[in-house]
């Protein structure tokens, strides 16, 4: 702060006390905020070592994603929001995030735990809260690709801990998490490092606490849409993941598949009708 003039300084005090709001304000917006030029506010910035407002604006979103309580960003998406087209703003935001996450997902990170998935003696999936949808997903086609193949249950601490008891050094655990971070699935994770076993962790940050201690990470940006995140990018990933999976053990699936269809086509499980 002392290094800072007094336009600046005003600057940063207002980030201090305000961080949830000063994240999602323009420079002009801040400017406005705080009473001095939107000039002021990109050399603040630039005084802080960022290229650019924008840039400083995504770090500053970055770190506080995990500190936002639902109510704040409640508060947040309402000012971002304002009265313009939501499902345009949120479709393209969610668009940004895709594009974002194609640009700096690592393939040496993605190939390696594709090969990893596929030498796994089992496959352990755990996801908590908003990210349990994620692992659901990834469990439904895992379990047709794979044989072994167990979805972590999230409902208890106990529960967890129950699920991964058998866990061995030659078992995979797909972890899912994203801001706001649950800590059962960090101690998840610290177990199923302690007893060997190798860990993929699908999160947004390399600094993420199940980042840390795995051994491949695959990086999705998101996003805060009110109070929820939007998960897009992450799902795509899972997709991914998937369809590289089924190309790799194209003719054992093939068979498996015939078979299914028969079962499915015997007890009639799916609707054959020609809808117009």
């Known amino acids: ?9 005003a600057i940063g005090q207002f980030i201090l006390n305000s961080y ?8 002009a917006k801040l400017g ?3 009473g001095v030029s939107e000039s002021t506010v990109v050399r603040f910035a630039n005084a802080l070592g960022y290229e650019s407002y924008p840039a400083l604006q995504e770090s500053l979103r970055d770190h506080i994603r995990t ?7 409640l508060s947040v998406a309402g000012e971002r929001l304002g009265d313009g087209d939501i499902l345009e703003q949120v479709m393209n935001s969610d668009m940004k995030r895709l594009r974002a996450t194609l640009e700096t997902i690592s393939r040496e990170d993605f190939n390696r735990a594709v090969d990893m998935l596929l030498q796994a003696r089992r496959i352990y999936i755990i996801g908590m809260r908003s990210s349990a949808s994620l692992a659901t997903f990834a469990h439904f ?10 979805l972590v249950q999230t409902t208890s601490g106990s529960e967890i ?5 058998r866990i061995k050094p030659e078992d995979v655990v797909l972890a899912i998490s994203f801001p706001r971070y649950s800590k059962r699935i960090i101690n998840a994770v610290e ?12 999160t947004d940050s390399s600094d993420s606490p199940i980042a840390l201690p795995a051994d491949c990470r695959l990086l999705a940006k ?11 990018a992450p799902l795509s990933i899972i997709n991914a993941l998937i369809v590289a999976i089924a190309q790799k053990k194209r003719d054992e699936l093939g068979e498996l598949f015939d078979r299914l269809e028969a079962i499915w086509d015997r007890y009639d499980v799916y609707d054959k009708r020609i809808h117009s």
């Open 1 to 9: 702060m002392p290094e800072l003039s007094k336009g600046q300084r």
């Open 20 to 27: 949830d709001r000063a994240a999602y304000l323009t420079a």
């Open 32 to 34: 406005k905020e705080v």
């Open 67 to 73: 500190m936002l309580t639902s109510r704040q960003r």
């Open 141 to 150: 086609y895992f379990r047709l690709i794979f044989e072994e193949t167990q």
């Open 161 to 165: 801990f129950e699920s991964l008891l």
């Open 191 to 202: 177990y199923a490092k302690s007893r060997g076993a190798s860990v993929i962790a699908l």
């Open 222 to 232: 998101s996003e805060m849409a009110s109070f929820v995140d939007t998960l897009v």
